[in-house]
């Protein structure tokens, strides 16, 4: 069960403020300044030296592929996306129910202990007998974390995966329709087949759309299928954009335009990216991303996550959102702060869970907001983007779910 710490001492937020915090259940109902240092009480935690956050989100993983790399699933250097999808192919079956479980929920344990307590994974339908078992997997984790982060699914679906399996697939509890429309024999079909079966299920979409740097450009289909919900609630979401950072800044900038009039949300997935795309191109090497800082500056619904972690589409990954934040400034060129948000509550608002706040200040901790935070041993946010402290409590609606404590000793004379 969660640890319950309704009260928060001497906490700094992202304004210079330092803060005493106060929980009524899952919201955070009082901030104020930090009271004269006295002794803590019984079921108060100090927070003196520690940067309070919105917590981290992790918006776009493989959950049921992640940890698999191995000699039997190995990642074919310089052969890009399409080598790591044949190398997955050859040794997903011998993936079960019980070994997806184990993996997702080591890796989903990873992020919770970084300051994750919302996590969008995508999840394969499988070419066999049992196509959904990646799913039961995932759904059967899900339940398990239930108290302590928001796990949702999106069904990966084939160009030629059958209304039967997404019937049962929502029946099983999947939250979002995906594919990779790119990779179909007729990406336009593929994708008006996939917002209509999105439409009749009354869920949103999350696309794996142009995850590539030269071909044809498919997300027009979707912005042009994609409606805009009657809230500020992300509906349709367009993960990868990889091409979208090669085409002429005149067509990136229509494009980026006429999703915005659609709010339709953008996940940038630099780390698989910039080591899927590009390899073979050794002058001048390009970097996949899609354009982040047009992005933001369009004011679109924009975030970052880690996408494939140690397999066979990307061997790196440390389950923490920080190492995709400092990603993003050294790639993207982002301004730190930024990046940290795309991370946490940007990432939240692409993912359907939270508002964009009206100040537009995303890292600011707010009276009213459900509890779920994380505290950081940082004095900035460039030490705890740039340092990734692994001192961290991690808060899941307003429960201390998570803490980790770094020891170092140095044992050497003349220190
Ligand atoms: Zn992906």
Do not use: C
Not at 159 to 174: C, M, N, P, Q
Not at 280 to 285: F, P, S
Request: overall charge neutral; cysteine-free.
């Amino acid at each position: 069960m969660p640890h319950s710490s309704s009260i928060l001492r001497n906490a700094s937020l992202v304004n210079g403020e330092q803060v005493d915090v106060r929980f009524d259940g899952s919201r955070i109902s009082h901030i104020a300044p930090a009271s004269p240092p006295s002794a803590i009480s019984r079921g108060e935690l100090d927070l003196q030296g520690y940067l309070l956050l919105p917590a981290l989100a992790e918006p776009h993983a493989h959950l049921d592929k992640t940890l698999t790399l191995s000699p039997d699933v190995p990642f074919q250097s310089g052969k890009g996306l399409e080598g790591a999808i044949s190398s997955w192919h050859r040794a997903r079956h011998h993936m079960t129910e019980a070994n997806i479980y184990e993996r997702a929920k080591s890796a989903s344990m990873k992020l919770l202990h970084h300051g994750t307590t919302a996590i969008r994974t995508h999840v394969d339908v499988h070419r066999d007998d049992d196509p959904l078992r990646a799913v039961r997997a995932l759904i059967h984790l899900r339940n398990d974390l239930r108290d302590v982060m928001n796990l949702q699914l999106v069904l990966l679906a084939h160009w030629d995966t059958s209304e039967e399996i997404f019937k049962e697939a929502v029946r099983l509890g999947v939250d979002l329709i995906g594919g990779a429309p790119h990779m179909a024999p007729d990406p336009v079909r593929h994708t008006e087949r996939l917002m209509k079966i999105a439409e009749t299920f009354n869920v949103g979409t999350d696309f794996h759309t142009d995850e590539h740097l030269d071909r044809e450009s498919t997300i027009q289909h979707f912005i042009r299928l994609a409606y805009r919900s009657s809230t500020e609630v992300v509906r349709h979401t367009a993960s990868h954009a990889s091409r979208l950072s090669t085409v002429s800044s005149f067509e990136r900038q229509r494009i980026i335009e006429s999703a915005a009039a659609k709010n339709l949300g953008f996940i940038a997935l630099p780390q698989t990216n910039l080591y899927l795309q590009g390899g073979n191109q050794r002058i001048g090497t390009p970097r996949g991303i899609a354009p982040i800082n047009d992005l933001l500056h369009q004011g679109s619904a924009v975030a970052a996550g880690g996408d494939n972690q140690r397999d066979a589409f990307n061997p790196m990954g440390r389950f923490d959102p920080l190492e995709i934040a400092s990603l993003v400034v050294t790639a993207s060129h982002v301004e730190v702060k930024a990046a940290l948000a795309l991370v946490s509550s940007r990432a939240r608002h692409v993912m359907g869970l939270a508002e964009a706040p009206s100040d537009r200040n995303w890292l600011l901790v707010k009276q009213g907001q459900q509890a779920d935070l994380l505290a950081i041993k940082a004095k900035s946010i460039d030490q705890a983007v740039g340092e990734s402290p692994m001192d961290r409590y991690t808060f899941h609606k307003g429960q201390l779910v998570a803490r980790s404590h770094l020891r170092v000793e140095f044992l050497f004379r003349g220190r």
